[in-house]
């Protein structure tokens, strides 16, 4: 069991920068891939970036060149620059350990001036 705390949601101006966190804990587990997706209300959940274990990245073509995946010692990063209004959204982290799928409890992001 793999259990998942995001931070570092809030509010940001268009043009600044946020960075999301999801921390994993639980007994010994191995990581299969991890990722962020986003959702607004009466959409569905959009994938925004995601990371293998092995370090290698894939991001939605809406946020290529402004966010970074990353991850270290089971903690996953989404680094958020240049930020636009349509980036508000509430940010789910999702973590596939032992080919089992968990998700973070959100956090949100709102871009306004």
């Known amino acids: 069991q793999v259990q998942l705390m995001e931070s570092g949601g809030g509010l940001v101006q268009p043009g600044g920068s946020l960075r999301l966190s999801c921390a994993a804990s639980?007994?010994?587990?191995?990581?299969?891939?991890m990722a962020w997706y986003r959702q607004v209300p009466g959409k569905q959940r959009e994938l925004v970036a995601t990371i293998t274990a092995r370090g290698s990245t894939n991001y939605a073509d809406s946020v290529k060149g402004r966010f970074t995946i990353s991850n270290a010692k089971n903690t996953l990063y989404l680094q958020m620059n240049s930020l636009k209004p349509e980036d508000t959204a509430v940010y789910y982290c999702?973590?596939?350990?032992?080919?089992?799928?968990?998700w973070g409890q959100g956090t949100q992001v709102t871009v306004s001036s």
């Open positions: 999702n973590w596939v350990a032992d080919y089992r799928m968990y």
């Open positions: 639980g007994s010994s587990f191995s990581t299969n891939v």
